[in-house]
């Protein structure tokens, strides 16, 4: 499992002009060939009228899986180049469909490569590159007496309070970046002479966006 990669946030869309002819470069996350095949389907559905539908998609933690197609157009001018932005940016289980619309001026080979690349590239950015980090989620549970002490030792080292429940004790519930849940374990146990007691419970992926962490539940971990 990775410790952080990049991806893209959201399904988005943008569209170029190059000389009277429209390049609509559509992107999503997909996380299998079978879903990127599905959407490629959906995108060649939807723009039925075209005059190309070219695609290309990366997927895999080690980028394993990797096509394209020219969909007509001259070997590759089109697919290759919509690859390439994808390997560039090394954005992982993403698809890109860039649909052209013919505008009547021919565009040449190096045209051609250009329009198609700066196509993917549009649509990633309004997609958004991010970064996922893989965290450990903890349960920490400690007495009240305890609360401020252990509160403080949490934000201190940058860790993530992701919920806190009140009962008869306190259960903090914190993500903490996979490579320091050891330490993170360590200190807790000092800091409080081994009174509060710590759990690990799963793994997830964690991206900040807009100052706030968006998690992934990984389907390999039940929390507890």
Do not use: C
């Not at 490629?40 to 559905?45: A, D, N, S, T, Y």
């Not at 394993?64 to 390997?87: H, M, N």
């Not at 080979?109 to 970064?131: D, H, N």
């Amino acid at each position: 499992m990775l410790i952080k990669y990049k991806t893209i946030y959201k399904e988005a869309e943008a569209e170029i002009i190059e000389k009277k002819s429209k390049f609509i470069a559509t992107v999503r996350p997909v996380k299998t060939e079978e879903e990127a095949q599905s959407f490629i389907e959906e995108m060649r559905k939807k723009y039925w009228d075209a005059t190309h539908n070219v695609f290309a998609y990366q997927i895999g933690e080690r980028n394993q899986i990797q096509r394209f197609s020219d969909d007509g157009e001259p070997s590759g001018t089109a697919g290759l180049p919509v690859l390439d932005v994808l390997k560039g940016e090394d954005v992982k289980d993403v698809a890109i469909v860039v649909t052209r619309y013919f505008g009547g001026t021919l565009l040449g080979t190096g045209g051609l490569v250009r329009a198609y690349g700066k196509a993917a590239k549009e649509g990633l950015l309004e997609a958004g590159i991010i970064e996922k980090k893989l965290y450990r989620r903890f349960h920490v549970i400690t007495d009240y007496s305890l609360l401020g002490k252990v509160q403080y030792e949490i934000l201190q080292e940058g860790h993530v309070i992701e919920d806190t429940i009140y009962t008869d004790k306190i259960k903090f519930i914190v993500l903490v970046e996979e490579e320091n849940k050891d330490s993170f374990s360590k200190r807790i146990i000092e800091k409080t002479n081994a009174q509060a007691e710590i759990n690990q419970v799963n793994s997830v992926y964690g991206a900040w966006i807009d100052e706030e962490l968006k998690v992934e539940e990984l389907d390999n971990t039940k929390e507890e």
